[in-house]
Nanobody
C-alpha cells in the first residue's frame, strides 16, 4: 500500500505560478512498492475528475491539452516525490489537485490517490 500526500495548493492570481508536491510512502511497514506511474488529476466543482499530467519511470510524460506548455510534471526519485510546476495559471485551473500513483506503467488512473490540495486562481 502506498500513501500519497500532496501539498502546495493555495490562492494565486491569474498569471502566477505554483509548484505542487506529492510525497509517496509505504503505509505498511516492511513492504516495498515500486511505482511506475505517477500522475496529477484535478477536479473542479461540479466537474469530473480529469487527468492533468502523468509520468512513467524512464521519463516519458503526457499532458492534458489544456495545460500543455504551462504545466510540467517531474519527479525526485531519491525523495519519493513528484512535482507539478504550474505556470501562467488561469482561473480555469481552479480545482482540487490529486496525486495518483500505480505500480503499473501508464496506469491512468492508478490505484493510489492522495487527499487533494486546493488551487484557486483568482482573476
Amino acid at each position: 500500500q502506498v500513501q500519497l500526500v500532496e501539498s502546495g495548493g493555495r490562492l494565486v492570481q491569474a498569471g502566477g505560478s505554483l509548484r505542487l508536491s506529492c510525497v509517496a510512502s509505504e503505509s505498511i511497514l516492511g513492504t516495498q512498492t515500486v511505482i511506475n506511474t505517477m500522475a496529477w488529476y484535478r477536479q473542479a466543482p461540479g466537474k469530473q475528475r480529469e487527468l492533468v499530467a502523468a509520468v512513467t519511470s524512464g521519463g516519458p510524460t503526457k499532458y492534458a491539452e489544456a495545460v500543455k506548455g504551462r504545466f510540467t510534471i517531474s519527479s525526485d526519485n531519491a525523495k519519493n516525490t513528484v512535482f507539478l510546476q504550474m505556470n501562467s495559471l488561469k482561473p480555469e485551473d481552479t480545482a482540487v489537485y490529486y496525486c495518483n500513483a500505480d505500480p503499473r506503467p501508464w496506469a491512468t488512473p492508478g490505484d493510489y490517490w492522495g487527499q487533494g490540495t486546493q488551487v484557486i486562481v483568482s482573476s
